[in-house]
Every structure is written in structure tokens, then in C-alpha cells.
């Protein structure tokens, strides 16, 4: 076996996180536009504005159970002329004396201007008799007052959600046109790899990687035609690479992107495509690498389980929601107070796991244990992550700092 050299400098210029975000930002155009029904489009986003077409209700209708009068009747007990339930409509007309009853819901004979509430009437032998003063256009609700004609419902880009999709069951309008969801291969690299239901020998390890990403790519809206293992051969991973990106928008691979004489990724990618970058000042995880293979987008994640993560999390989750065409693509940023001191990295911005709740009105924030880039358990249970400045130094307990919210923090 002839052993190639180690090098001992990257041949990529470290770029910052601003700069690689951006660069991620100018590639992930959203896809296209596809048509689907209204009622499998939750958490889609929409790429048409929606335009309300009628008036809701279409005509004055009670808001409550009652009678429908005229008002100018005052007090003064009035014939009953029958009932209007909601969804049926009556041929009487209300005129000076009568009334009829009405449902919540049903829309006003002619003639009538106001509805008596129920709790206010009496009614004996078909004669409604009113125990409180009757006020002009009482109990009714106006033409168009739910919804009116012409009034723009949903700008392109509205996230769809219960009450847009309930709006969308309202006007009729059963089939939209969203932005395509990106579809996401997973190709996990490494010669130590098994499967997670098999028994690793010495030295090798369960494939945590590719089920973690696959969740997280998922969760941020992606279909997975593609993923599979690859040992560390530089032609089978070249094959796999081909494989994955002709089964999808956007391959992620894991690990083989760092400085080992088995890192293959970064050439391979080279070759097929243009690496956009090689090294970001970023912490955990400085070699994440981002090419474009034609239009088609690829990360290479680092291999250890907590860079892969929050790699994907502050990149890659972000550029599939622009793929989406999402309007709002980042994490929010919240302050919070750190509970604990915390060392910073002179080198590189580290995003720290952290568990973050709500104390006093304020986001506090707790350590979730030693943050070493291979312990996944420092990942578990984190719903923000730390954005620590790099310099030397430490932060005191109280101090506040930037973060990232993965998931809404529990209250007091
Ligand atoms: P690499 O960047 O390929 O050298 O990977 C660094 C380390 O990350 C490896 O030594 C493994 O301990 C770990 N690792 C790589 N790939 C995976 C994976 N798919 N699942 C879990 N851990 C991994
Ligand atoms: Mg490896």
C-alpha cells in the first residue's frame, strides 16, 4: 500500500459565516411551482396572490338565535310568521307588526333591519312580545363583513397553515399553486460506518449521521427519493455523488470533508462541479463545503454528529426553505441570558447547544453539557443555539448573548 501524504494546510480561503450564507443565498432560488390540492398544502408556501370573489355573507345575516324585526316597531309584540333556520331561506316578507323567527346564521328576510336576541322575547299563541329596547341593526351582521368582494386574502409567499386553508375551503378555491418542495439525497461517507441495526465491529460505528439530517430535512419541508452509505473509495463516492444528485435537487453528504488522507468529498466535487467554498470560521463544523453542480445544490457536512447537525441547521435548513420560496428562511435571533459562564473560542463564532426558557419575561438559557463536536447528547434537547463571538475571554453568568430558537422555549 503506497500512503499519500498528509497535507497540513487547506487549500480553501476561510470564509465567514456571513459570507458563506450569502453565498448559499445567491444559489438556492426557489424551484418552481407545482399544483396541489388546498387540503395537502400545510406549511406550503403559496405562489400566487388570492383574490376574494364574493362577499361573505352575501347579505345581512343574524348573528345570534332570535327574531328578525323592524326596528321602527319599538316594543311592541309582533306576528310570527314562521322560522328561517340557517341554510334555508323563507319567501316572507317582514312588514310593520310581524316577525319571524331566525337561526344564527340565517340571512334576513326583506324587510327586516334588526334581530332581537332570544333572551329578550317571549312568545305565546304566535305573538313575539320584546322585554328590551329593539336599536337599529342590532344582532346583524353586514354584507361582505367575514370576507369582502375583491379584497386580497393571501400575498404569494403566505405560509399555509389551519386558518389559510380554512380561508381557501371558504372562497372554493380547492387546488393552489405552492412552490415545489426541494427533494434532498443523503449520502453518509466513511469506511467505519454500519447500518444502525447492525452490530458494529471494533472500531467501526452505527450511521447516526444520515437518519439525523434526514429528520432534519423533513422537518424543514424536503422529500428524500435518495441515501445510502459509501465507503471512503474515492470511485464508489464518486458514483454515489452522481447517483444522489441525479435523484434530487440538493445532496447532502457527511463527513470525508476535512484534512484526513480519506477526505475525498472535497476533489470529487471539484471535478463534477464548482466548490463555492471549502472552510467556513465557524465552530462546530469549519469544513462544511458548498458546491453547485449545474443548478443543483451540494453540502458536504462534517462527519461528526453535532457538526453535521448544526451545520445543517444554520445552512442548510435555510436554503431549503428558500427553495421553497419561504419568506422567512432564518431561525429567529432572540437575545438571551446566559445561567452559566462560558469560555469563549478566540478563533472561530461557535454556536453552543443550549436549552433556553422563560424566566421572569426573560430567555435563560442552561449548558447542555460538554459541547464536544462529536457528543450528540449536547444536541439533544437544545432549542437554541448559542451565537458566541470569537475572542478571547469568558462570559459571565447574566451576561446576554444573541441565539438562535430552534423550538419555542417553555414559559415559567
Ligand atoms: P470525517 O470527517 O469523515 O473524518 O468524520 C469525523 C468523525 O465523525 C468520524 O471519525 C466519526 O466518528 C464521525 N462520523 C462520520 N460519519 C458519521 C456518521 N454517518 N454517523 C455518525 N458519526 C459519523
Ligand atoms: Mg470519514
Request: hydrophobic fraction near 40%; proline fraction near 8%.
Amino acid at each position: 500500500v503506497t500512503m499519500r501524504p498528509m497535507a497540513t494546510q487547506s487549500a480553501y480561503e476561510m470564509v465567514s459565516v456571513a459570507q458563506a450564507k450569502e453565498s448559499i443565498a445567491r444559489s438556492a432560488q426557489p424551484l418552481g411551482i407545482e399544483q396541489v390540492s388546498a387540503f395537502d398544502a400545510r406549511g406550503r408556501v403559496l405562489a400566487t396572490r388570492i383574490v376574494s370573489t364574493e362577499n361573505l355573507p352575501p347579505a345581512h345575516r343574524s348573528a345570534v338565535d332570535g327574531y328578525a324585526v323592524k326596528a321602527s316597531d319599538g316594543q311592541a309584540p309582533r306576528k310570527v310568521l314562521g322560522e328561517i333556520t340557517a341554510g334555508h331561506v323563507l319567501d316572507h316578507s317582514i312588514t310593520a307588526g310581524t316577525a319571524l323567527r331566525i337561526m344564527t346564521g340565517g340571512l334576513l328576510p326583506p324587510g327586516a333591519d334588526t334581530v332581537v336576541m332570544v333572551e329578550d322575547t317571549e312568545e305565546h299563541d304566535a305573538v313575539m312580545h320584546v322585554h328590551a329596547p329593539v336599536n337599529l341593526g342590532w344582532n346583524v351582521h353586514p354584507p361582505g363583513l367575514d370576507l369582502a368582494e375583491d379584497q386580497v386574502i393571501f400575498e404569494p409567499g403566505t405560509v399555509l397553515g389551519p386558518a389559510e386553508i380554512g380561508m381557501l375551503a371558504t372562497i372554493g378555491h380547492v387546488t393552489v399553486s405552492v412552490y415545489r418542495r426541494p427533494q434532498v439525497s443523503m449520502l453518509a461517507t466513511g469506511d467505519e460506518l454500519v447500518e444502525p441495526w447492525e452490530e458494529p465491529p471494533y472500531g467501526a460505528i452505527r450511521d447516526s449521521n444520515r437518519y439525523a439530517v434526514l429528520a432534519a430535512a423533513a422537518e424543514a419541508g424536503a422529500t428524500s427519493p435518495w441515501n445510502r452509505i459509501v465507503h471512503d473509495d474515492e470511485d464508489a463516492t464518486r458514483s454515489a455523488i452522481v447517483e444522489g444528485l441525479a435523484a434530487a435537487d440538493v445532496l447532502l453528504t457527511s463527513g470525508g470533508v476535512s484534512m484526513g488522507t480519506r477526505d475525498l468529498i472535497k476533489p470529487i466535487l471539484e471535478e463534477l462541479g464548482t466548490v463555492q467554498f471549502g472552510r467556513v470560521s465557524f465552530k462546530p463544523g469549519k469544513p462544511l463545503t458548498f458546491a453547485t453542480v449545474g443548478k443543483k445544490l451540494v453540502f458536504g457536512l462534517p462527519g461528526f454528529p453535532v457538526s453535521s447537525l448544526v451545520t445543517f441547521e444554520v445552512f442548510v435548513r435555510p436554503a431549503l426553505l428558500r427553495l421553497q420560496g419561504h419568506p422567512s428562511p432564518e431561525r429567529p435571533r432572540v437575545q438571551v441570558r446566559i445561567g452559566q459562564q462560558i469560555r469563549l473560542d478566540p478563533s472561530r463564532p461557535e454556536y453552543q447547544r443550549a436549552f433556553v426558557r422563560w424566566q421572569d419575561g426573560e430567555l435563560v438559557s442552561s449548558p447542555t453539557g460538554i459541547q464536544a463536536s462529536s457528543r450528540l447528547m449536547s444536541m439533544v434537547g437544545a432549542n437554541a443555539l448559542l451565537e458566541l463571538e470569537a475572542r478571547e475571554g469568558t462570559l459571565q453568568a447574566g451576561e446576554r448573548v444573541p441565539a438562535l430558537l430552534l423550538a419555542t422555549p417553555p414559559s415559567d
